[in-house]
Structures are given as C-alpha cells and as structure tokens.
C-alpha cells in the first residue's frame, strides 16, 4: 500500500519538519490539497509553496488540485515539481475537456489523475480509465480534513477495481478523506492502492506508527 498524508493537516509555519516527519515514518507520497475558494469552499496553497516544498524533499509529489479550470494552471504546478496531478471530474464542461486536460498534464511527462467527488458515479470516467495513472476516489466531501469517511467510496473501489484487473490496465485507486486504521483497512480490502490521510497522520503522537498502521 502506498501512503500518501496530506500535508493539508500539517504546520504551515513549520512544514519542513512535518515533511522530514512523513518521511521519516516511511511515507513515499506527499499529498498536496490545492483549494480555490470556488471548486470548493476553502482556500489552502499555491503552486509556489509546492515550489519550496520540492526544494527540501524527494518524496513523489501527489497533488489533488480542488480548482476550477485547472488547466490554466497545470503548467505552474508542473513547474513546481509536481509528480501526478489529479484535477477533478466536476471541474470539467464534458468528457472531451477531460480528455484534454489528461493529454495536457501527459505531454508535460508527468502522471495525470481524475478524482470523482463522493456524488459522482464512477461510470462518468470509465470512458477515460485506460488513459489515466490514477483515479482519486473522495470518500468525503472535498474541502476540509477531518471529516468522516463515507463507506459508499468502498463499492466504488470494488468496481475500479475490477474494471482495471479486468482490462490489463495500470491505473492506480487512490482514496481520500477519513483514513484511518479501520476506514484504510476497509479500502485495501476492496482494492485501492494508494491511501491519502491527513488529521489522522499529523494529529496521531507517533507519525511513523500511524503511517504503519496503513500500509
Ligand atoms: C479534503 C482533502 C483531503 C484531506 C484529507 O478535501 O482532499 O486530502 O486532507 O484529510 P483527512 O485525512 O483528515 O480526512
Ligand atoms: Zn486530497
């Protein structure tokens, strides 16, 4: 299981340490929650931060970009040092802006991921999942950490995951929101691969403990 926590529930003032936390802890992502305050109700960070973020680690960087129109800012976040960018579903007017947004992100040489918010059926991106390395699955509202996973998010894996195995495919299922020991353990039996968590993580007293507890 690949654990990607999300520096979304971490010291702003003191990121560096947190990121050497993770690191430390045997983390091999960093999960990057970019809010607009438009896609969704709550503002985090930038591409510039991500930028000083590259600078003083190598873990892979995940980022989950909650924005609208995402594709006007790809090049930056690519620039930054991104390693995947996952934009979302509903960010987009319809499959052929979807489909752009995945060459875009390609053609730069990095990964691209679509996520689907916990109303969106995983049908909607079916048409897309062979050309994808990642499908983010919220299993919460996306927005805020702490919030309670919502269990509809495990059938959702189950599916993905059959159609992947089913189709040869390589795309990776990626869940986020409400991780924890028990909700993580849930995922990884239905199929995911890679688990986003972020108050229980930063909040738990041993980082590398809770970052076990996923794996
Ligand atoms: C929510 C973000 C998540 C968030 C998860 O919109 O996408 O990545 O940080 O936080 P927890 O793990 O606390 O639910
Ligand atoms: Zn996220």
């Known amino acids: 299981m690949i654990i990607s926590p999300s520096v979304l529930s971490a010291n702003f003032a003191d990121l560096k340490t947190d990121i ?55 090049n930056d976040f690519i ?28 053609n730069q040489g990095i990964k691209a991921g679509i996520s689907i918010k916990p109303n969106t059926d995983v049908e909607a991106i079916k048409p897309v999942l062979a050309d994808l390395d990642l499908v983010l699955v919220m299993s919460v509202e996306p927005g805020f950490g702490g919030q309670s996973f919502m269990p509809k998010a495990i059938d959702k894996i189950k599916t993905l995951r059959n159609w992947i195995d089913q189709g040869k495919m390589e795309c990776l299922i990626e869940v986020d929101g409400g991780i924890n020991e028990e909700t993580g353990k849930q995922c990884k039996e239905a199929g995911a691969d890679v688990l986003v968590a972020g108050s229980y993580i930063f909040k738990h007293e041993n980082t590398k403990e809770a970052i076990e507890s996923l794996k």
Not at 36 to 51: A, E, K, Q
Not at 86 to 92: K, L, P, Q, R
């Open 20 to 74: 050497k936390k993770i690191e430390e802890g045997g983390a091999s992502w960093l999960h990057y929650d970019v809010m607009d305050g438009h896609f969704v109700p709550n503002i985090s960070f930038g591409y510039s931060i991500l930028g000083d973020v590259r600078k003083v680690t190598d873990l892979f960087l995940d980022v989950h970009l909650m924005i609208s129109d995402p594709k006007k800012y790809l």
């Open 79 to 106: 620039k930054a040092g991104a390693d995947l960018i996952t934009f979302h579903y509903e960010s987009c007017d319809d499959l052929d802006q979807v489909k752009s947004v995945i060459t875009e992100i390609k």
